[in-house]
């Protein structure tokens, strides 16, 4: 399936509006009832939704196996430096059968510009392999049979089910680690355990959305050094966030 564009430009007037429009900010989220966690979650996925209302993959692809490879790809890299090199490896490879017969030395010079490029060469074969090996060629579904790929954990997983299946995940990052602690949802650093304490408190319709929003706004305005606090319109609804100037909140 083609990309189309993964989110709105918006800018900070329009945070600054949305930030003005404020309930009573929540400061006890430590004791937070769970019920009461919840229901903000909801709102928090609301103005999210407002801000970010598209949420199709930014990484080109035209079938699941390409959204595969191009995720393994995304590692420590951008979409946009995914999207220039994933043309030409397809059009070389364009099915696991290939890849598969590919040495990782003659898949490199398609994805050199990018880091991890050798190794990431090595997991691409590898992964081909087990596809064909296992899968009859076909990318599986499961979390439990993603997961045994070679390059693959659960945010990839998450990604491919989401993106490629229509499955319901949550896809943790960096950014949507950062912002879920940041925001209160959860207290831990583990990535599995983020993903199951936001299942908890989202339906899941929301899990795939919800993710992608949170990455989308970490990297728009709640960066990991001098988050844009004063212009952020989840503010009202973030217990660690700055009122009236930007600091760095705890939790992150």
Known sequence: ???????????????QRAASDSGPRIRSWRREPAQEKAARANRIAE?????????????????????????????QCTDAAVNKVTPALFD??????????AAPAAIEPYIRSLGLYRAKAKALKN??????????????????????????GRKTANVVRGHGFGIPGIAVDTHCKR?????????????????????KILRPEQWTPFSHRLILHGRAL??????????????????????????KPTGA
């Open 1 to 15: 399936m083609p990309a189309r564009t993964l989110f709105a430009s918006v800018t900070p007037a329009e945070h």
């Open 47 to 75: 103005r999210l939704a407002g801000l970010y209302p598209g949420i199709e993959c930014p990484l080109k692809h035209r079938n699941v196996f390409e959204l595969l490879i191009a995720v393994i790809l995304s590692a």
């Open 92 to 101: 070389r490879y364009p099915s696991p059968a290939e890849l598969a017969r």
């Open 127 to 152: 992964c081909a392999r087990q596809l064909m090996d296992e899968f009859g060629g076909e990318v599986p579904s499961s979390m439990e049979d993603l997961t045994r790929l070679a390059g693959v």
């Open 179 to 199: 912002l879920s602690q940041r925001l209160g949802l959860t207290r831990h650093a583990d990535p599995a355990k983020i993903e199951d304490d936001l299942a």
């Open 222 to 247: 709640c960066h990991a050094r001098n988050p844009a606090c004063s212009h952020c319109a989840l503010l009202p609804l973030c217990p660690t966030g700055a009122i009236g100037k930007n600091r």
